[in-house]
């Protein structure tokens, strides 16, 4: 089974060291050797910035510039708009149709949000909703993993709920059994032998390259229809009906990168470092950084592990550099001014390769909507197959 990651963030302003250091480099990863699809939740955004959505598209360009920049690839990963996929609305309002109101209200984030922004009205029935679509954003693509931090897992916990409340409504059908059998005739007799005997094969010695022999016949089949084909699909793994796909929860280890005082990095805390900041700023920021109160004077040893600069070099210093702080520090050889100049070139360094591609691309906003159409094409694509076998069980006359 191929793996399929999907994950989306939304557009609420740019990013800064904490995204790059805990999201973005997983994201990285995964898309070298897994199917992403990495989007801007934009629709997300409305859900809590619906009176005020000035600010959206604006940063809608400005997360995909900044994804860009940090070497996310369109040629890898399938990156686009969510809006720009109206599946996602649409399998978001079926799902609605067979969402228990009680798993919505139960959600942690729904109250504890509201308590929050209290500036804001959340009574609504889009924030309500939020997990409904975020559900659908997931099981639209069949994803298998779902990269998200621990507090989405919540969410992530209704989308498979979800698809298993959808797959036991509208997967066990009577008449299942009957569709396998007549879209087993649809692929006429040569096909339909060789896919049986690969099937026994299969079920007997449970080799992978079996199973992907007779799927490929299946997936190649052109005369039946998308429930009939994930009913054949099934069948030849010997599994029940499944219309969407159940995802695992890929967990996000919380960045290392703590703010500039010690804290999570966060925008509400104003402790960030930019993704784009520029050089000047950010010398500013780590030379005015706290340190470990002990180191009052000069000559007052200091402990690493007590200050914020520390994971600062653990992120960005070589291994000497980082002998030279210890001992520097806990004998006051060196100062909290050497210690942080040892730092802000680091920092500097490796920020000049980011902010340059961001520059790049800010630049040129028609490359940038080619790219975001083109990855909402291939979404599309993938999306229609999913909502295709949704409308049908679904009871929709699908045209
Ligand atoms: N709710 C997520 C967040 O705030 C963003 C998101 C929207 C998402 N849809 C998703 C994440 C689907 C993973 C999968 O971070
Ligand atoms: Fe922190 Fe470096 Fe100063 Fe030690 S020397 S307290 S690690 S800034």
Not at 152 to 157: F, M, S
């Amino acid at each position: 089974m191929t793996a399929i990651v999907v994950s989306g963030m939304r557009p609420t302003g740019r990013l800064h060291l904490g995204h790059y250091h805990g999201v973005l480099k997983n994201w990285l990863a995964l898309q070298e050797n897994r199917e992403c699809y990495f989007f801007v939740a934009d629709l997300h955004a409305l859900t809590t910035h619906y009176e005020h959505p000035e600010g959206i598209r604006n940063s809608t360009w400005d997360l995909l510039v900044e994804w860009l920049a940090v070497g996310l690839d369109p040629e890898k990963a399938v990156l686009f708009i969510q809006s720009w996929v109206p599946q996602h609305a649409e399998l978001a309002l079926l799902l609605g149709m067979m969402t228990p109101l009680s798993w919505l209200e139960r959600v942690p984030t729904f109250k504890d949000q509201q308590e929050q922004l209290r500036d804001k009205d959340l009574a609504t029935y889009g924030f309500l909703g939020y997990p409904a679509l975020m559900s659908a954003d997931i099981l639209l693509y069949d994803a298998t993993e779902v990269p998200v931090g621990a507090d989405q897992v919540a969410h992530l916990e209704i989308a498979r709920e979800l698809a298993r409340r959808f797959n036991s409504l509208y997967g066990r059908t009577a008449s299942d059994q009957a569709a396998i059998e007549a879209g087993l005739q649809a692929l006429g007799k040569k096909a339909r032998r060789n896919l049986e005997k690969l099937r026994e094969d299969y079920q007997r010695e449970g080799s992978p390259q079996l199973l992907a022999q007779a799927q490929a016949i299946v997936t190649d089949a052109a005369s039946i229809s998308e429930v009939t084909r994930s009913l054949l699909m099934n069948y030849l793994e010997g599994k029940g009906r499944s219309i969407l796909r159940e995802p695992q929860v890929l967990l996000t280890a919380a960045s290392k990168m703590p703010g500039l005082d010690g804290r999570k990095m966060s925008k509400s805390y104003g402790n960030t470092l930019g993704l784009r900041e520029e050089p000047e700023q950010v010398r500013k920021k780590l030379l005015t950084m706290p340190t470990d109160p002990a180191r009052v004077g000069r000559h007052d040893p200091g402990e690493p592990e007590r200050c914020p600069v520390w994971p600062f070099h653990q992120a960005y210093s070589s291994v000497e550099t980082q002998a030279w702080v210890q001992e520097g520090c806990r004998s006051a050889g060196i100062g909290c001014v050497d210690c942080k100049q040892a730092l802000v070139e680091k920092v500097i360094a490796e920020q000049a390769p980011i902010r340059e591609r961001a520059d790049y691309w800010a630049a040129r906003p028609d490359d940038l909507r080619q790219i975001a159409a083109a990855g909402a094409q291939k979404a599309r694509e993938k999306a229609a197959q999913t909502l295709a076998r949704v409308q049908e069980v679904m009871g929709l006359d699908v045209h």
